[in-house]
Nanobody
Framework: QVQFVESGGGLVQPGGSLRLSCAAS????????MSWYRQAPGKERELVAL????????NYADSVKGRFTILRDNAKNTVHLQMNSLKLEDTAVYYC?????????WGQGTQVTVSS
């Protein structure tokens, strides 16, 4: 049974930082690319950051490059998203995602609200 435990979301002021974590179980974590997506009210879900199974390669949405960092710990089946210099437009529900060819799994989401 695939499970994700997402944590670290909350309310933060513009310019602040948050660290999201996603602890996964029920599948071979180290064989899956891991991603963070987000969905703001009234908008489509969008890819924020992706990290390959080995952790060697990463990819980021242009809107978060230089501010967000995705990290994974295959020994602990965990992926993190370090978010710095947060902006109002980063407000969204953030979802953990695991994928490989023919399979995709989603977390339940964690709310991030950036507000003064």
């Amino acid at each position: 049974q695939v499970q994700f435990v997402e944590s670290g979301g909350g309310l933060v002021q513009p310019g602040g930082s948050l660290r999201l974590s996603c602890a996964a179980s029920g599948f071979s974590f180290s064989r899956y690319a891991m991603s963070w997506y987000r969905q703001a009210p009234g908008k489509e879900r969008e890819l924020v950051a992706l990290i390959t199974p080995s952790g060697v390669s990463t990819n980021y949405a242009d809107s978060v490059k230089g501010r967000f960092t995705i990290l994974r710990d295959n020994a602990k089946n965990t992926v993190h998203l370090q978010m710095n210099s947060l902006k109002l437009e980063d407000t969204a529900v953030y979802y953990c995602n695991a994928r490989r060819i023919g399979e995709i799994f989603w977390g339940q989401g964690t709310q991030v609200t950036v507000s003064s």
